[in-house]
């Protein structure tokens, strides 16, 4: 019971924090933009707690799955009064339009930054080197004579220092002899391996097959470098919001399984052990929550932002904006699909709740 409630809270600040910064990114470039804000939530439904400071409402509300912040002219219906329509959205330019609506994302997307750098500057940045960590027993590696602590240095006389060189080199070896120059307690080695094709799973869980020759990676930990934690930030979370996109595709496509869909569930089970953990991987799995719910965001899909960016684009493009009738067909259609994935990510999450692991 202790940790069912640790989880829930570590699950509700982490949300929140994510909620919270991502409509401060509508609400900032809305002030900067010079559009009045009536509202700004934490979570949808009944409020709990309102405190007015100005024009805008600050709320926090019952359900703290999101969040909205409510403009002056945002609702097309909504009769703006004449001494309001400088300070209206509607009535802003196409560019201030799509700047506030992109900056719920965007802002998702430099915390993940910021987080990750934190955790990188007082964690340490994990390097793969081409140290070799491992040996697998009769591996390709072990045949040739190579030993945990070797560095390879050289691939077919191209010369390789990071692991990412070396594994590359290998797998496009199409299954050719390599010649690799080793360096083993300060004397230079040359040795031939003869790599092999191994059926493996990649991170989304599928079977793939590469060349390999058995060996790991040693793992090292930089710490106090700035320069490093911030440069890995960005590159970390480029590369987490391209596997979002790849994992999206490939559960629309059936190369994955839907059923690798999470709901409040598993985000609370997952944040409670990651909390467990330490602060560090705690604030890790915030930067990857929050990189989801950007990049998701982002889709051009009725309802979210992207969709209403979606519709700037076509407004761009036509000249106009696209009449208020199609907008909420879309929006219906949006919010009808929306549901169907909240309902199948939650299904997914009771599933695996009664799940039994196999074995005794």
Do not use: C
């Not at 697998?136 to 190579?146: K, L, N, R, V």
């Not at 060996?215 to 320069?227: A, F, H, L, N, T």
Request: glycine share 10%; net charge neutral; charged share 20%.
């Amino acid at each position: 019971m202790e940790n069912l409630l640790y989880s829930i809270l570590a699950a509700v600040v982490g949300l929140g924090v994510l909620i919270v910064f991502h409509e401060f990114g509508h609400f900032l470039l809305a002030k900067l933009s010079g559009v009045g804000v009536l509202t700004f939530s934490v979570g949808f439904g009944p409020k709990l707690w309102v405190k007015k400071k100005g024009e805008t409402e600050y709320a926090l509300s019952a359900f703290p799955l999101g969040g909205y912040v409510k403009m002056v002219g945002e609702d097309p219906e909504e009769e703006v009064k004449a001494v309001d329509l400088e300070r209206s959205f509607a009535h802003k330019s196409l560019l201030k339009r799509t700047a506030i609506v992109a900056a719920g994302p965007g802002f998702n997307l430099l915390l993940a930054v910021f987080l990750l750098m934190v955790v990188f500057l007082f964690y340490g940045v994990p390097v793969l080197s081409n140290l070799v960590g491992a040996v697998e027993p009769d591996s390709p590696a072990a045949q040739a004579g190579i030993q945990k602590g070797d560095r390879i240095v050289a691939v077919d006389g191209q010369e390789v220092t990071a692991w990412d060189d070396l594994s590359s080199a290998i797998k496009q070896s199409g299954g050719q002899p390599l010649a690799l120059r080793v360096q083993r307690s300060g004397e230079e080695v040359a040795m031939t391996v003869q790599p092999r094709k191994r059926e493996v799973k990649n991170i989304f869980g599928e079977l793939k097959e590469d060349w390999m020759i058995g060996i790991g990676s040693q793992v090292s930990i930089e710490k106090g470098d700035p320069g490093l934690a911030v440069s890995k930030a960005f590159i970390q979370t480029y590369e987490y919001s391209k596997l979002t996109l790849i994992g999206l595709y490939k559960m629309i496509t059936r190369e994955v399984s839907p059923r690798n869909l999470g709901g409040p569930i598993l985000i609370a089970q997952m944040a409670g052990q990651q909390a467990q953990e330490g602060i560090g991987s705690f604030l890790a799995f915030l930067a990857v929550l929050s990189i989801n719910l950007g990049v998701l965001n982002l889709l051009p899909v009725p309802v979210l932002d992207g969709g209403h960016l979606f519709f700037f684009a076509v407004e761009a493009i036509i000249g106009r904006p696209v009449s208020l009738k199609y907008r909420e067909k879309a929006q219906q259609v949006g919010i009808f699909l929306l549901l169907l994935l909240m309902i199948f990510a939650f299904a997914n999450d009771i599933f695996r709740l009664f799940e039994k692991p196999v074995g005794g």
